[in-house]
């Protein structure tokens, strides 16, 4: 079995070499925009805004686009657009129907927040996360790894029928579309035990059948890797969780800062463990740690999204962290590593010109490297 895992991480390497960069963070970006307004030219949304008159103006259409197209918030998006993709209505903001959406937290305004997915998106997260898997080779990690379990650590995927869609957690989406070889060789806890839909269960079941797995990488966000890991612990009666999974040497991170869980999470292991960052939210995956190191996390650009960035400052937004009307926005291109940034995005979900409420800083211009350093109001 050693020598698959050497197959495995070679091949990876050499998918790699396939997957280096063929054009500038710029070109990058502008590609994406104009596949964004070319195959979101005849929704509603598209006509309202004349994208096929942005594509007309070939050297002018970015510039176009930034001045006609105003910033969104989560309630002008959803009560002026998105609620009609609930009702079964096609081509609103993005080409078809929507068959699912992302449930995520409120905000002041709305106590739930309902976000489109679009098979586009779909595969727009299952990009990013190749990549993530090429570049893991990268990392001190064993080949031996790479042909280990993933237990992933997420919503149910038993998800709820709103008559013309389905809603959950993102997490539930996301594993629920999983390619059928990689859910079949190294999806962990399986498809049956992550389609019950309360968490108090899947925990019982994942902490019971523990000793089964050989784990080698954990995925989710710190609070449920930590309760899972500490209940196997106390349910074996060990001391460690590599005495349960000995494999275990990645844990893929995100949605909230790692910092304040890497001591108690220190505790729980019998050895060192590479930890890897993430940058997903209920609006996509936007990209990864790419080196070792802790440098930042790495945008990706050429995967449906296209990023704005709006300087948090008192010119942009107000006392409370709202944003004003026509705000100053650069590209990727056009950023610097001193100054913070609120994310804005135009996806393959029919997002445009969408405030998701991250700051940012760059930490690596060059390398279009970003640590998100805050929101831009508590409860966005």
Known sequence: M??????????????????????????????????????????????????SDMLDQELDFMKAFRNKVPVHNYNKMYEQWWYRCQQGEENVSWPGKVKYFALSSGTSESASKHIPVTQDMIKSIKKVGFKQLYSMVDFKVPPSAFQKGVLMLGGTTSLFEKGEYYEGDMSG??????????????????????????????????????????????????????????????????????????????????????????????????????????YMASEGSFGFQARPGGHGIKLVLNAGIFFEFVPFTPENFDDDGNIKDN???????????????????????GAWRYIIGDVVRFTNAKEHEIAIVGRTKQFL
């Open 2 to 51: 050693a020598i698959l895992g050497n197959l495995i991480s070679r091949s990876l390497r050499l998918r790699k070499q396939f997957d280096l960069p063929v054009a500038t963070p710029e070109k990058y970006q502008r590609n994406t925009l104009r596949q964004l307004l070319e195959r979101a030219r005849y929704t509603a949304f598209g006509k309202e805004y004349g994208f």
């Open 173 to 278: 989406i996301s594993a629920k579309n999983m390619p059928k070889w990689m859910s079949n060789l190294f999806y962990k806890p399986g498809q049956k035990i992550s389609s019950r839909p309360q968490w108090e269960d899947r925990i019982k079941l994942i902490v019971r059948n523990a000793r089964k797995w050989d784990v080698g990488t954990v995925c989710g966000v710190p609070a449920w890797v930590q309760i899972v890991m500490e209940e196997v612990i106390r349910y074996h009666k060990v001391n460690n969780i590599h005495e349960i999974w000995p494999n275990l040497s990645i844990y893929i991170h995100g949605g909230v800062s790692f910092e304040p869980y890497r001591e108690s999470f220190k505790k729980l292991l019998g050895k060192p463990i590479t930890f890897i960052e993430t």
């Open 327 to 349: 705000p100053t926005s650069v590209l990727v291109h056009e950023v610097d590593e001193q100054t913070s940034y609120a994310v804005m995005l135009s996806t393959c979900a």
